[in-house]
């Protein structure tokens, strides 16, 4: 059996991953633990100052280490900074393998302009929405309901909340990516408003062991849109693995 952690992102829970239950190879331990942004309140988080030292914990938490992690978003983000901040102290994370669903990541400080602020806090409800729309397909909901939703859990999330995320998203052309050696695939929507396309493409092309796959016709949420696909991935991702520990990945 091989372990899968599943990371999902700011404002949302481990519920947005359950369109894959049934895509999962049987072989696999599928862990979707609910991480201290979540949807139903940060109290507890919002002033936490270092938000990857809490991510390590949830990964040690997962008995014998995860097989390979899969985070989504802000939690791309985190983990990303986690890498780097192993790699750059000589203590390589003990991941074999690391998947960075639609990241935040920008490798020059000075492609961070005042309008951004504006643009990121505006575009939060609209993706909060999006998720929303999505997760309700099969029940639609007015959009009028569906915007107040979204308004509410931008509250939830607060002004603190969105900080710690634009913090971490500052901090990005600062990682030592160049220092990763973990495999790491990251996916990117090429319809994907809030975190675009090309940044998922930059980071992968300076990745010492990156590579890149976008999604055409997808946004930021593929465990909604494409569920079968990010699964079928992720198993792929699995089978490349050498054979960890003497033991077979499958």
Do not use: K
Not at 79 to 90: D, I, Q, S, T
Not at 146 to 157: F, H, N, S
């Amino acid at each position: 059996m091989s372990d899968v952690l599943l990371l999902h992102g700011l404002g949302n829970n481990e519920s947005i991953w359950e369109p894959m239950a049934g895509h999962w190879d049987p072989r696999l331990r599928v862990h979707a633990p609910r991480l201290p942004w979540h949807s139903g309140g940060i109290a507890g988080w919002r002033h936490e100052s270092d938000s990857a030292a809490l991510l390590q914990e949830v990964l040690d938490a997962v008995p014998g280490g995860a097989d390979v992690v899969v985070a989504h978003s802000f939690s791309s983000v985190l983990l990303l900074e986690l890498l780097c901040r192993r790699a750059a102290a000589g203590q390589r994370l003990d991941v074999p393998a690391v998947v960075l669903v639609n990241p935040f990541y920008r490798a020059d400080a000075d492609a961070f302009h005042w309008d951004l602020l504006g643009t990121s806090m505006a575009d939060f409800p609209r993706t909060m929405a999006e998720s929303i729309r999505l997760r309700t397909l099969e029940r639609p909901i007015g959009a009028e309901l569906r915007a107040d939703m979204a308004r509410r859990m931008t509250e939830w999330v607060g002004p603190y909340g969105w900080l710690r995320f634009f913090e971490t998203y500052l901090r990005t052309p600062l990682f030592r990516v160049d220092l990763v050696d973990t495999p790491v695939l990251v996916i990117g929507g090429e319809l994907d408003l809030a975190a675009p396309v090309d940044e998922a493409r930059a980071l992968a092309a300076v990745l010492p062991a990156g590579s890149c796959l976008t999604v055409p016709d997808c946004g930021h949420f593929p465990m909604l849109e494409r569920p079968a696909w990010l699964a079928r991935t992720v198993r792929t991702v699995l089978d490349r693995l050498p054979e960890r520990a003497g033991l077979p990945v499958a």
